[in-house]
């Protein structure tokens, strides 16, 4: 059973640093999936972020890419996402999903919410 | 960059109905589509890949069709399960979302 937990600070101080974890159980990171993260706002629907394989390979939106960095621990068998000079219209709901737009086996994240806000 | 444009917004129908949800690509996407259903509180869910191949577990009343800049999300009997939110994919490249479309039961 697949399971992918997001965890970090549910508020953030505009030009700082957002910082989130995604825990992945039931599968190793160094499977052969791509690891994602999506945001959700109601103002702009569903955004993606970007994504990363297990041997660092990365693909950012460009519109992101600026300021966004993903990583990939095999030894905690997690992802993560920085987003830097963060504003309020960084606030969302952050998900970390599996082969996002690739098929089958893509699968989702519950989600956390993220506030940027002094 | 691919932009991709669903309509209606939203809707409302009646449990046994045939709904029809529609996302142009602003460019040929060939068959690169995915379709997503959201619930309340809950992340999105893969429905559709690939323009009309059906995720495994998804009920058969859901298809998809379509290529190339148009494509179709058909619910065949709506079920009251079914009120949610519906998003449209492209995947290739950037894996730019529609807007959304959500659905009510009268």
């Known amino acids: 059973q697949v399971q992918l937990q997001e965890s970090g600070p549910g508020l953030v101080k505009p030009s700082g640093t957002l910082s989130l974890t995604c825990a992945v159980a039931g599968v190793s990171i160094s499977d052969t999936y791509w690891w994602s993260w999506v945001r959700q706002t109601p103002e702009k629907g569903l955004e993606w972020i970007g994504e990363?394989?297990?041997?660092?390979?990365?693909n950012y939106n460009p519109s992101l890419r600026s300021r966004v960095t993903m990583s990939v621990d095999k030894s905690k068998n997690q992802v993560s996402l920085n987003l830097t000079s963060v504003t309020a219209a960084d606030t969302a709901i952050y998900f970390c999903a599996r082969d996002c737009g690739r098929g089958p086996d893509d699968f989702w994240g519950q989600g956390i919410l993220v506030t940027v806000s002094s | 960059d691919i932009q991709m444009t669903q309509s209606p917004s939203a809707l409302t129908a009646s449990v046994g109905d045939r709904v029809t949800i529609t996302c142009r690509a602003s460019?040929?996407?060939?068959?690169?589509l995915n379709w997503y259903q959201q619930r309340p509180g809950k992340a999105p869910e893969l429905l559709i890949y690939a323009a009309s191949s059906l995720q495994s577990g998804v009920p058969s009343r859901f298809s998809g069709s379509g290529s190339g800049t148009d494509f179709t999300l058909t619910i065949s009997s709506l079920q009251p399960e079914d009120s949610a939110t519906y998003f449209c994919q492209k995947s290739n490249s950037i894996f730019r979302f529609g807007q959304g479309t959500k659905v009510e039961i009268k």
């Open positions: 460019q040929n996407i060939y068959a690169s």
């Open positions: 990363i394989f297990h041997n660092g390979n990365t």
